[in-house]
């Protein structure tokens, strides 16, 4: 099970890198332009895990979007992106924000680090702030994986992952009041062993 302390302190601490070893991949440009195509005009858009603010934050106008993540170094690196907008330090598993608040919520290479236990309850807690109707579209891992990484990005760094696989998310998805739209597999040049370095975006919308 993932520790949160060591996946915060590891994200303050190597936010820079991160940042660098990143960049900036085509597919997420992609899918957030078919997200939009399905959102009303002006949306609200929830970026939980933000990270530097990218892709989500920086994708979107970004006084509409709320940015969320609980490192502090990584939403000072989203406020140096962002022009206006509201971050906020705070954990997916207990989102700060009152029901039905977002047309979308997106979670990119966050979720797969909160405990694989904590998963179904994530999801409810995405479920609560979307309004009717709306969407999510959020990293899982392609099988069911657990691992650590002492020395993420060659940093010396301790990063953690806690994934239950595509089949299960998307039976817990159907659990928690979505329907699965569509999921895409992409390589991730980031991955940290789990199935030949593939993590699938999922597309769920409130059922």
Same mark, same amino acid.
Request: aromatic share 10%; hydrophobic share 35%; charged share 30%.
């Given at each position: 099970?993932?520790?949160?302390?060591?996946?915060r302190?590891?994200?303050?601490?190597l936010?820079?890198?991160?940042?660098?070893?990143?960049?900036?991949?085509?597919?997420?440009?992609?899918?957030?332009?078919d997200?939009? !195509?399905?959102l009303p005009?002006?949306?609200h858009v929830?970026?939980? !895990?933000?990270?530097?603010?990218?892709?989500v %934050?920086?994708?979107?106008?970004d006084?509409?979007?709320? &940015?969320l993540?609980? %490192?502090?170094t990584?939403?000072?690196?989203?406020?140096?992106q962002?022009s &206006?907008?509201?971050?906020?330090q !705070?954990?997916?598993?207990?989102?700060p924000?009152?029901t039905?608040?977002?047309d979308?919520?997106c979670a990119?290479?966050?979720f797969i680090h909160?405990?694989?236990?904590?998963?179904g309850?994530?999801?409810?807690?995405?479920?609560?702030?979307?309004?009717?109707? !709306?969407?999510?579209l959020?990293?899982?891992?392609?099988?069911?994986?657990?691992?650590?990484?002492p020395?993420?990005l060659e940093?010396g760094?301790?990063?953690?992952?806690?994934?239950?696989?595509?089949?299960q998310?998307?039976?817990?998805?159907?659990e928690?009041g979505?329907?699965?739209?569509?999921?895409?597999?992409?390589p991730d040049?980031?991955?940290?062993?789990?199935?030949?370095?593939?993590?699938p975006?999922v597309?769920?919308?409130?059922?």
């Amino acid at each position: 099970m993932t520790d949160r302390s060591v996946i915060r302190a590891g994200y303050d601490e190597l936010a820079e890198d991160y940042q660098r070893a990143r960049g900036d991949r085509d597919h997420d440009e992609e899918r957030l332009a078919d997200l939009a !195509g399905r959102l009303p005009s002006s949306p609200h858009v929830l970026d939980a !895990g933000c990270g530097d603010g990218r892709p989500v %934050s920086t994708w979107f106008d970004d006084s509409e979007v709320a &940015s969320l993540d609980f %490192s502090r170094t990584q939403l000072e690196l989203a406020r140096e992106q962002l022009s &206006s907008g509201w971050l906020t330090q !705070g954990d997916m598993t207990a989102l700060p924000f009152e029901t039905d608040s977002f047309d979308a919520v997106c979670a990119f290479n966050s979720f797969i680090h909160i405990p694989d236990s904590e998963h179904g309850a994530t999801l409810r807690e995405f479920r609560r702030v979307l309004r009717p109707g !709306g969407w999510l579209l959020f990293t899982t891992g392609c099988s069911e994986w657990e691992g650590r990484n002492p020395d993420w990005l060659e940093t010396g760094v301790a990063m953690e992952w806690s994934i239950l696989g595509v089949e299960q998310t998307h039976e817990l998805l159907e659990e928690r009041g979505f329907e699965v739209e569509e999921t895409w597999v992409y390589p991730d040049k980031l991955d940290d062993g789990n199935d030949d370095s593939k993590f699938p975006l999922v597309l769920a919308q409130v059922a």
